[in-house]
């Protein structure tokens, strides 16, 4: 009687120990999903839960970053998804319009508990802010690593990633040490331009590709480029003054879908002449990385990558 006692006496304390256990867990649970955080980002001030669930992006940046951290996403803008990201073109995720046009429709239909934009839906963010919380991470191109950084780092805090993102970006910082040491010894000027059809324009330091010098290390041809959005507008005779040892080329038009041209226009008789056509030093840029989806894990450390292989 004694010994059945005793067994009953341990199966109730085990009992209440997992109860107890189950309970805390759930508790924890319950309590990280009702936890908020109040993101600071250039549009405002804007709380979010901890961990959402369902996420709409219209930056194919932290598309790339939220995709190398595994975190999911709902919907976002199919059309011109960059290659390497083809996989969120799939019927799986909804589609929530062009990175312009977005479908305010769809988006409510989705139910998002966040929305994430960047530059190209900036004069959206009111309509947006009216359908789910919605927080603004797009790349600060005058302070590249600096504003690329504080985004990743923000989608650690929110996804609770910190510790993978801090290990990424300290990959990063060493490869990009690594290029700035070879750069340093090689000590040559390089031109950025982007080619659109039959017409070229230059991007210097500060500017939307100016990562080259400003984070790189390259000197520029021109220190003089107006920065805008579009670049300067420039000649071949332009670049053919300037004579860059290095010539970095982005096409647009491979960018948006449409035939690749950027070789055909650029390598003509005038620029056959300059350093860069001689030596070989004419580097055509992966447009997904450069036009569409710069400011990612995945994208920024295959721009050094690119760049680098151009020494």
């Known amino acids: 009687m004694k010994k059945f006692s005793f067994i009953m006496l341990t199966a109730l304390v085990l009992l209440l120990s997992a109860c107890g256990t189950n309970d805390k867990a759930n508790g924890n649970e319950e309590n990280k999903k009702a936890e908020e955080l109040t993101i600071k980002h250039e549009l405002g001030e804007t709380k979010v839960k901890k961990d959402p669930e369902k996420v709409v992006v219209f930056d194919f940046g932290i598309l790339d970053s939220m995709d190398k951290l595994g975190i999911e996403v709902a919907g976002l803008p199919q059309s011109n998804v960059p290659s390497y990201l083809s996989k969120y073109a799939d019927s799986k995720y909804e589609n929530t319009g062009s990175l312009k046009e977005p479908d305010f429709e769809k988006i409510s239909e989705i139910q998002p508990d966040l929305i994430i934009i960047s530059g190209r839906q900036s004069d959206l963010y009111e309509e947006f802010t009216e359908i789910a919380p919605t927080i603004y991470l797009g790349v600060d191109t005058s302070r590249y690593m600096e504003s690329f950084k504080e985004n990743t780092t923000t989608l650690g805090k929110i996804f609770d990633k910190e510790k993978e993102v801090e290990k990424e970006l300290a990959a990063i910082d060493e490869s990009i040490q690594k290029l700035k040491n070879n750069t340093k010894k090689d000590n040559k000027k390089a031109l950025i331009v982007l080619a659109n059809d039959d017409k070229v324009s230059a991007y210097g330091a500060g500017s939307r590709f100016g990562i080259i010098h400003d984070v790189f290390g390259f000197t520029p041809a021109d220190e003089k480029i107006e920065v ?84």
Do not use: C
Request: glycine share 8%; aromatic share 10%; charged share 25%.
């Open 228 to 311: 805008s959005t579009h670049g300067q507008s420039i000649s071949f005779e332009y670049i053919v003054d300037k004579n860059p040892d290095y010539l970095f080329v982005i096409d647009r038009g491979a960018a948006i879908g449409e035939e690749s041209s950027a070789k055909q226009v650029v390598e003509n008789e005038l620029v056959k002449t300059t350093n860069a056509y001689k030596n070989s030093a004419i580097t055509y840029l992966d447009p997904d990385f450069w036009y569409l989806s710069g400011g990612g894990l995945v994208s920024v450390s295959e721009m050094i990558k690119e760049v680098e292989a151009s020494l």
